[in-house]
Structures are given as C-alpha cells and as structure tokens.
C-alpha cells in the first residue's frame, strides 16, 4: 500500500487535505458558534459596570443578614460574599444658610479602607459623618463643623421627622474603583431633582449613626441593603441560567405574601436575554455557512475520489482479470483510498480547535476559553463516517465497471444525468426564491453557491460547443496550437470538475468578501448616524449661552465645533435637533446622506439687526380705539397692552404696560422693565380677560427708556401673527408710529413678534410633513416651515427635524428637564480647546463618544462574528479549488506527459509544447473566474439585504446594500492570479515530465 502511496505521493496529500478540510468544516460550526457564544456573554458583562453586573437588594424593615438569606444557594454561588450597607436619607442646612441640600448618611464596612481620606480622619463614633471633596469645595463644608440634618416628611406617618446634628471629621476623596458595588453615590455634587430639590455626594459616617439622630431616638426609614458583586467566573451557561433565576427572584419578593417590601435590583436578567438573542441570531448564519462550505468540501472529495478511480482503471482491471472479482478489487482499492482519509479525518479533527483559537485571538474582544462541546465531538465521529461511506460509494462505482470499459485509459462519456437536471433546477428553483423574497435571513448565505452550482453547470454543458467553434475559428486562421489546446482542455474528464470548482470557489470569495466589508460599511454607517458626528461631549450647562460663547472663543470660524442642543419630542414625530447650520455641515456626519441637498443659510435666523433697550422704566403715552364684544365684555377695563423682551438670562418674559382705554382716546403710562442690563424686544400684543373679542388699533406715542427715546421702528421689523386666537397685524398711525391692529376671538390673542425672532423657525425635516407645522422647541412646541429636507439627520431619531439654535433661542431660553445639550467636531484638537472653555465658564463637562466606540460596541457582537466567518468560508472555497485543479494534475499527469513527449518527438517546439500544455487550463480557469465572480456579485445584490447585518438593530436605518466594487475586484482578481499561477505551475510541472521515455512507458 505504501508503495503506492509514494507513487502517488501528490494525489494521496491531496486527499489526506480534502478528508482533513471536510471534517474542519464540519467541527468549525459548534467550535466557533460556542467561542462566539462564550464572547459575547464575556463583551456583555465586561462592558457592563458593577451595579448593573451585580445584584442588590434592599428593604426598610429587613436587616442585611436577613436580605442576604433571601438569596437562593443557586444564585448566591454565582456571586461573590455580598456587602452590607445602611442608610438615611437627610436634608443638611449649608453653613451659608438658605435651601437645604439632600444627601444620605451612608455606612458600609469597608468605607475606611476603599476611600482615600485627604483631610481629617475616617467616622467612628455615632454622629460623625465624612463628605466628599467635591461637596465640600462646593458647600464650604468645614472640618468640626456641626450640621443639622433632617429627615424628609413622610406624608402617610403621624410622626413628626427625625433631625439632629452631625459633626463633619473628614473629607474623602470620591472611590475610582468602577467595581465597589457598595460604593457611596457621589458625582451628585449640585444636581436638582424634582422631589428632593439641590443634591450632594454621600456622607459616610459610623454604624452606630443608624441607631437615631440622637440617644433614645431613632431615624424613621431606614434602608438596609445587601451588595452582591457577580463572580468573575460567571461565563455563557452560567449567565444563561442566572439570568431567569434573579428574575425569579424579583418576581418573588415582589408577591404581596412576601412579608415586608424588598425590592431587587440587577441587569443579569436582562444581559441573559441579550446573549441568548444574539446566540440564536449566530447560531443559524455560523451552521448555514459551515454547511455551505462542508457540502462544498463533500462534494470535491467525492470528485477526487472518482477522479483516484478512474486513475487506477488499469489496476482494478488487472486485479479483475488475476480473478479476484469485484470484491478483491474493490478491498484493493480501499485499502490505499481508506487510510489516507482517515489520517485526514484525524488532522481536520485536531486542527478545527487551533483554527478556531486562532481566529478568536483575532476577532473576539476578550479572551475566550478553549472547549470541546459535544457537538464537535459528534461532528468528528459524523466526519469519519462520512468520509468512510464517501469512500465505499466511490470505490463501488468504480468496481462495478465491466472489465472492458476499465481497460478504456478514458471512461465512457455519458448524457447528461439525472441527477445533474435535478441539481440545476433546484438551484435555479433556490435563487428565484431568494429574489422574490421567499427565502430570507441567514439562509440567504446560500445564494452564491447556489447560483454558481447551476452556472457553473450550464456552463461546463455549453462549453464544448463553444470549444469547437472558436476551435473552427483559430484553424482557419493557421493558429493550430492554440486549437490543439482549447481541444486538449475540452476533452478532458477533469475539465467539467475544475470549471465547477473555479465558478463555486471565487463566487464564494466574492460573495464572502461583498458581504464582510458591506458588515463594516453598515455598522460604521450606523455608529457615525447614532453619535452625530466623529466626537460627541456630554456637557451640563445651566444657560445654553454659555456653551455657545465657548464654542465660539474655541472654533470662531465655526470650522470643528458645533453646539447641538436636543429637545424632548413635541408635537411631531422624534426630538428637535437645534445647532449651528452652517458649522453643523462641515462637522456632522452624514451616512448615506447629502448635505448638499440643504441650503444651510436658509435655516439660520433672520439677519435683523435686535431692537435693544437698556433701562428699568419705559414710559409714555398709549392711543386706543378698540371695539369690545362677547361673554367678557364687563372686563373690557382689563384689556392690557404688553411689551415682551428677552433677557440676557435667555428668559423671555411679559412686561404689562397699561391698561388701554375703552373708548376711543389716549392714556400715558409709565411701566417697569427688567432691562437694566440690557434686553431685546421680541413681541407687542394684548392680554385680554377670557371671551373678551377684541377688535381695533392700540399704538404706543413718545416712548422713552430711563430718558432716553425708543423707536420701536417700522411695520416691515414686525410679523403679522394669527392662531386660535385672532389676528394681530403691525401697524403704523398718521404719524409714524407703531403699533398693532387686533381682531381677537375671546381667547388668548396671537403675539406681534419682532422680525428678528424667526416665526415661523426654519426647519429641516426627516419625514413627510406639511409646509407649516408645530414641533418641539424650547418650553413647548413652535410654529416651524420646511426649508429642506433629508432622509436622516445625524444624530437623530425617526422624525427628527433640525433648526437654528440661535433662532430658537430668540423666542426662549428655557431648557426643561428631557433636554440635552452636547458639542459635536470632527477634530479632536479642537474638542480640547472648548474642553478648556466650557470648563472656564464654569460648565460641568460630561462623558466624549466617539464614532469608534460606537463602531467598537457593534463589532463585538454575534452578527458581525457570524458575517467575519464568511472570509474564512470564502478562503477555504479558493483552497478547495486549488487542491481540486492539483488532484486533475495528479490524476491525469502522466498520459498528458506522455501526449506531450510524442509530439516533442514528432518535431513541436518545446515553447509551442509549453502552449499548448497551459491553453489546455487557462481557457478553464478564466471563464470560471469571471463567471463565478459575477455570480458571486450577483448573488450579493439579491441575498445579503435579506442577511441580519446587527443583533439589535438601530433605531435609523442606515443599511447600504451597493457593492463595493474596489475591494470585490480586488479579490476576484486575487482569486483568478492565484488560480492562474497553479494552472501555469502544474502546466509547467507537466510538460517538465514529457521525457521520451514516457512514450516506452505508455506503449
């Protein structure tokens, strides 16, 4: 056997190859599917922070040793020794006396040793407490000094609160450790909430502080908690059975029969279900591609082990003629085809787990533990078997042959088979269901082998008659040996094999290649779409003007910065994006959109010089002639004429001027205006009592500010205004002056604004809306009109719409709780420099995302791994390709030797020799790399839309399916050099061994 093995030294590494990437192929699925299961339970929880990671319970009427008994002995293994902690929430009188501040009196045990105290010492006696740095500076906190304490009303208790006082014997410096789950709450230095007002950081004080605010009395809520940090061995089955179980858990305790209130508090519950997502979403791309490339690997070992057979037609012939029957030939033939094959099978089985260690080394974003699930056990044990029964089938096939056709040096060519019809009705059958939308998701992913499978075979059918003619061609153009060699490549048995396999091969690289860089294309689209642009910083500014001013000082030519102001949603669909225009073009990120479809100036506020006043009394006289009707008539005397100004403070407040005349006739005025540091007027209008229909002219004379005379100017700086409430008009007497004309309608009446503020604001807009339409803005919805529109805004959700920020702040300044400010730019030298400005003006800084960061978060998940796979699927279709062109070389080298050497000796030049050897592959190769590498392309345009290309897909759909025609090219054309450079090789290789000899042996 040995023997001749050796004398078929290249075939028989050949097939030891194939066996070994077939069982690869058929071990890759369960290995990587359970690498990737186990990177994406570690990404998740490494990404996590420690209180979502962890488990926390607290209750009021229950100890911490009683709310760590609450904790099942399956859940509580899973978690390292939990951390007892105890609190009460207070109020403190700052030493500069007005509002309280909030803040709890904290106590955990390990206090002491995490924090860093900086002044002072650690509490240890009842009543001592320790305040952060932050609230200190903030608060003026001093060493010694005695606080008094309060604790909130409880509105269902008769009891009046506790209160006391603590003395203040340390300042600490806030814990950096992102995993003490039992860490005091700080970074709460001046933040506001709604029930509690101004906040600070914890105060850390003694156990023995819990016992009361004073000896013989006792705090009335206590809250007692019980910390349990997740253990650092939790991996993906753990995680997977945790989860449910805390939820469980929470279900319980929250029952009505569960004694006193405890509520749980844990993201495992919900980073269970995120992992199980992702593992069924990977699952069915990894197995689909992995059986994509074993049915591949199955079918061209099929192919060499016919091919091994007919190679060894003379040997099974005399075998059958020595009379050792069917039975002895065929034992002949498996015990050199057998053991080679099952050495593969051995080497696959033993080089799927390096392969896949590899590849997570590469790709996953943390390390991931090397196992052997049972799948891939049962895959090795599938592999041998089917590599044995490949084996029997071939060499039965072979052995079944009559002694005279086995003595034929070529089989007998057939019709076409059945089997072959059915192989390429189904696979037509498959791509018409994937083009009409049938066949969806990962199965998808079959498209390319589908496609190639019958083109491939089309192909390979039509290609004799196309042979002849260009063969017809050539011949009458004197060309013999290029037709000698197109004939030579046609009358090949291996021909139809390597055709197959070229289409097959490079259409899965192209395919394979499309699909990996359309995966990053998408998610870098999505990451630049969700963070707006390269960089976005959080910042917590109490006035947005600040934020503006120290952009401007940072960027003044408005080239890397913008300020992005988001409002909650309104009356449309999605929040309202206020920014810079024309800064906001250069810097935003715009995936799959064209800012250039936007006239950027024409959102920016009116170019209206503001009508300022500087003083506090505006006096002078007002002319009425006005005409009062409805139901509020008796109130006529009530009708108002009001001035409206904004502040430098952004506030835009109403200044009641008179009360104008009820019959016709004029009235002189003198009325406070909050302008003695400047403002700017916005609005003119009347306040009417309610059902009061006003009509008729009101016109302010002789305005003077502090002495000095305004001019509120003409009516073309003024915008007529019209709503539920009436009409009102600008309009100017016989002398000049201005006012308004009103036509009310018994409720509140429009405002006359000024032109400089924008009525209605310039928007640009994401959905189909009218012309004119209201939308969230500052403090409420406003009036806003279309000036262009875009498929998406970067940044925003589904039906977001874009608008001037300083247009929307010349009607208010006021930010409600939902709003959000950041700075976006696409350079990070510029982000440090408003870093600095923003932090000069006193404005609290936030967290910067970056596009990579996002693109980072995306990377890391079951979609994207399962899409990477496809490289590896793509690669080993090439290799499979190679070894089937090497396997058609080994298996027919020696009669195409020993052709070759008759016609050197019948006088062919060894260069026409050379030719006419590599015409008889290249023609073969070149038709099926541009074949397979339109089919490869083809099949992406329809199959990969269908392809999940996220696990959680983001809320704007940013997916761009277009093909990426650089980078498929590119690896067609690599794919075609490759394949050239084996075909010129084993030409070479061939003709090197066309001695004269072989002509002895052949005879």
């Known amino acids: 056997m040995w023997s001749r093995i050796r004398h078929r030294r290249l075939q028989a590494l050949s097939l030891v190859a194939l066996a070994a990437l077939l069982t690869t192929s058929l071990g890759l699925g369960p290995l990587y599917q359970r690498a990737m299961e186990q990177a994406y339970a570690g990404s998740v929880l490494a990404g996590a922070t420690a209180p979502e990671r962890g488990l926390v319970l607290r209750g009021q009427d229950r100890d911490p040793e009683e709310l760590e008994g609450l904790v099942p002995a399956g859940v509580r293994a899973s978690f390292s020794a939990p951390r007892a902690y105890r609190y009460v929430q207070v109020s403190a009188t700052r030493p500069s006396g007005g509002t309280a501040i909030g803040t709890r009196l904290y106590t955990v045990a390990d206090a002491c040793t995490r924090l860093h105290v900086v002044q002072g010492r650690c509490p240890s006696e009842a009543g001592e407490v320790m305040v952060s740095v932050p609230d200190a500076e903030q608060n003026g906190w001093a060493l010694g000094a005695r606080v008094r304490v309060d604790e909130p009303r409880d509105p269902v208790s008769p009891s009046p609160p506790a209160h006391g006082r603590v003395s203040v014997v340390g300042v600490y410096e806030p814990s950096g450790d992102p995993d003490w789950l039992a860490a005091p709450l700080q970074g709460r230095v001046g933040v506001v909430d709604m029930d509690r007002g101004v906040l600070t950081d914890d105060w850390v004080t003694a156990p023995a502080t819990m016992d009361g605010p004073r000896p013989g009395d006792a705090w009335g809520t206590v809250t007692n ?17 945790l989860g449910p179980a805390v939820a469980r858990l929470a279900e319980q305790l929250r029952r009505p029969d569960a004694g006193a209130p405890v509520s749980v508090t844990s993201s495992v519950p919900s980073f269970a279900r995120e992992v199980a997502t992702g593992d069924d979403q990977g699952r069915t791309t990894v197995v689909v591609l992995s059986v994509q490339l074993l049915v591949l690997v199955a079918v061209v070992l099929w192919m060499v082990l016919v091919a091994a057979g007919d190679d060894r037609r003379g040997e099974l012939a005399l075998a059958r003629l020595r009379g050792r029957g069917r039975r002895g030939a065929a034992t002949y033939l498996l015990a050199e085809l057998l053991p080679l094959t099952l050495a593969g099978v051995l080497a696959g089985a033993l080089l799927a787990p390096v392969l896949v260690r590899a590849i997570a080394a590469v790709m996953f974003p943390v390390p991931v533990p090397l196992e052997a699930p049972d799948a891939y056990l049962v895959s090795a044990v599938a592999a041998a078997f089917a590599v044995a029964l490949v084996v029997l089938v071939a060499t039965l096939r072979a052995v079944r042959e009559p002694v005279g056709s086995l003595l034929r040096a070529v089989p007998p060519r057939g019709r076409t088979g059945v089997v072959e019809v059915v192989l390429v009705a189904f696979s037509l059958t498959a791509v018409v269901a994937l083009v009409s939308g049938t066949l969806e998701g990962p199965l998808a992913t079959l498209a390319p082998t589908l496609l190639a499978v019958a083109a491939a075979l089309l192909l390979a059918r039509g290609l004799r008659p196309a042979t002849l003619l260009v063969v017809r061609r050539l011949l009458r153009g004197g060309h013999a040996v290029a037709a000698a060699g197109l004939v030579s490549a046609v009358r090949r048995p291996a021909t139809r094999r390597v055709l197959v396999m070229v289409v097959v091969g490079v259409a899965l690289l192209v395919f394979c290649v499309d699909a990996l860089v359309t995966g990053q294309h998408n998610r870098e689209n999505a990451a630049e779409q969700a963070n ?27 080239q890397h910065l913008t300020p992005v102001l988001r409002t909650s949603a309104g009356a449309g669909a999605g929040p ?25 100036e024409d959102v920016e506020a009116p170019d209206v010089a503001p009508l300022t006043l500087t003083g506090a009394e505006l006096s002078g006289t007002v002319d009425a002639d006005l005409s009062f009707r409805g139901v509020g008539v008796s109130q006529a005397a009530a009708t108002t004429l009001q001035l409206q100004v904004r502040l430098p403070s952004g506030s835009t407040p109403r200044v009641d001027l008179v009360a104008t005349p009820t019959t016709a006739g004029s009235v002189p005025f003198s009325a406070y205006v909050p302008c003695a540091e400047g403002c700017v007027v916005t609005g003119l209008g009347l306040k009417t009592p309610p059902g009061l229909e006003v009509s008729g002219t009101v016109v302010p004379h002789d305005l003077s500010l502090s002495g000095q005379p305004v001019d509120l100017g003409g009516a073309g700086g003024w915008r007529r205004a019209s709503g539920d409430g009436g009409v009102v008009e600008p309009y100017v007497d016989a002398d000049g002056a201005l006012g308004l004309n009103a036509a009310t309608t018994g409720s509140a009446p429009p405002f006359l604004l000024n032109a400089w503020v924008p ?7 994401t959905t189909v809306v009218d012309d004119d339409f209201a939308a969230a803005g500052l403090g409420g919805d406003v009036p806003m009109t279309v000036v262009g529109r875009l498929p998406r805004l970067p940044g925003g959700t589904t039906g977001a719409r874009l608008v001037d920020l300083d247009g929307l702040l010349r009607r208010s300044d006021e930010l409600e709780a939902t709003d959000s400010v950041q700075v976006w730019s696409d350079d990070a030298g510029a982000l440090d420099s408003v870093r600095e400005e923003l932090r000069a003006r006193g404005v609290e800084l936030g967290d910067v995302t970056s596009v990579g960061e996002l693109r980072t978060t995306y990377d890391a998940t079951p979609a994207a791994w399962s899409l990477a796979l496809s490289v590896l699927v793509g690669g080993a279709a090439v290799l499979v390709t190679v070894l089937v062109m090497v396997v058609a070389t080994a298996t027919s080298w020696r009669a195409r030797a020993t052709d070759l050497a008759a016609l050197r000796m019948a006088g062919l030049p060894d260069r026409a020799v050379r030719r006419l050897e590599l015409l008889g592959q290249l023609p073969v190769v070149v038709t099926g790399a541009v074949a397979g590498a339109a089919c490869g392309v083809v099949a992406a345009v329809v199959a990969l839309p269908a392809v999940r290309q996220f696990t959680e897909a983001p809320e704007v759909d940013t997916t761009d399916f277009s093909t990426p025609w650089a980078l498929v090219l590119a690896a067609a054309a690599a794919a075609l050099l490759l394949l050239l450079v084996v075909a010129v090789v084993a030409s070479r290789w061939t003709v090197g061994r066309a001695r004269y000899d072989r002509i002895r042996e052949g005879g």
């Open 225 to 241: 908690g019980a910390a349990f940090p997740l253990g650092p061995s939790v991996d993906h089955d753990e995680l997977l059975r």
């Open 532 to 558: 707006g642009a390269r960089y976005a910083m959080d910042v917590q500014a109490s006035e947005v003007s600040d934020v503006i001013a120290a952009v401007a000082a940072a960027d003044p030519d408005g």
């Open 576 to 600: 309202t994006l206020a920014v810079d225009p024309v800064a906001f073009a250069r810097t935003a990120s715009f995936p799959l959109s064209d800012p250039g479809r936007v006239d950027w």
């Open 759 to 765: 009525d209605p604001v310039p928007a640009v807009v």
